[in-house]
């Protein structure tokens, strides 16, 4: 990532991250392009693909869903696959930075997540959850299972074939690791050590298998640069300090904590020298 882009998203800017599906329509040509990470990741995450692949591949890569997808994805990015990827999915995978995960319900709403690529993890791994149902990948949420779960499943299994949804999730980590199946620790780092993590989601439904597509790309940006414009670092406080103590439990922030407020102090510092 360059020191001088603009992040691409700041979730913060909307307030306190809460577990609400937060889910927002978006025209179907924003599904994946501009993809913002490409140059930045998409080389890198191909060869992780390569050499890693029992790590971060998965489930029925090869299936009816998989071809749908990559036939769509070439439609949509006008990309073509030249890796020579061993399978459906994998070749999908490598058109963009985002991850791909397909969920499929062989009975009605009962969602599972039957296959994936899984090369930029917020602190989980791809096989210890294919197969699992709407109720057990999101059971490490607060409110998880079954609140969350049976919302979403509604989403799922109401979701209309060319309606993209969008949601944002959002984190700071004191690391500038996108392949990150472990949370870093903050252990010897300095708040120059310290990057904002975004994940942008999107879900889709294939109009002919009927699965649903869950893309989350990562966006990784330092964080100072992001503090030194005052309303921006403003809001950022606001949102970093907001979150009832189960959230914040949950995200490992009180651990970062030291590290981010000493962020702030030196970028407020910053803009104050003339």
Request: glycine share 8%; aromatic share 6%.
């Amino acid at each position: 990532m360059s020191l001088n882009r603009r992040p691409p998203y700041l979730p913060f800017l909307d307030g306190v991250p809460s577990f609400e599906p937060g889910l927002n329509p978006i025209p179907s040509e924003h599904w994946l392009t501009p993809d913002t990470e490409a140059e930045a990741w998409l080389r890198d995450k191909c060869l992780i693909m390569k050499m890693m692949r029992a790590n971060v591949s998965g489930g029925q890569l090869d299936n009816e869903a998989c071809e749908e997808l990559l036939a769509l994805m070439v439609d949509a990015t006008g990309e073509v696959p030249n890796q020579s990827m061993p399978s459906a999915l994998e070749e999908a995978a490598s058109l963009v930075s985002d991850d791909l995960c397909i969920l499929e319900a062989e009975r009605p709403g009962d969602w599972r997540l039957t296959a994936g690529v899984l090369c930029a993890p917020t602190y989980w791994t791809l096989p210890e959850r294919i197969g699992l149902d709407l109720g057990g990948l999101h059971g490490p949420v607060p409110g998880g299972d079954p609140e969350l779960a049976s919302r979403v499943g509604r989403i799922f299994t109401g979701l209309k074939p060319g309606v993209v949804l969008e949601r944002f999730n959002w984190t700071v980590q004191a690391s500038e690791k996108r392949y990150t199946p472990d949370r870093p620790g903050v252990a010897g780092k300095s708040p120059r050590d310290l990057y904002f993590r975004v994940e942008r989601q999107t879900l889709r439904k294939l109009p002919k298998s009927g699965a649903v597509v869950f893309s989350i790309r990562i966006c990784l940006d330092p964080l100072r640069p992001i503090l030194e414009d005052g309303a921006t670092r403003e809001a950022f406080e606001d949102a970093w300090l907001g979150p009832p103590k189960h959230v914040r439990r949950y995200k490992h922030w009180d651990d970062l904590e030291p590290l981010v407020a000493e962020a702030c102090r030196q970028a407020q510092n910053a803009g104050k020298i003339v």
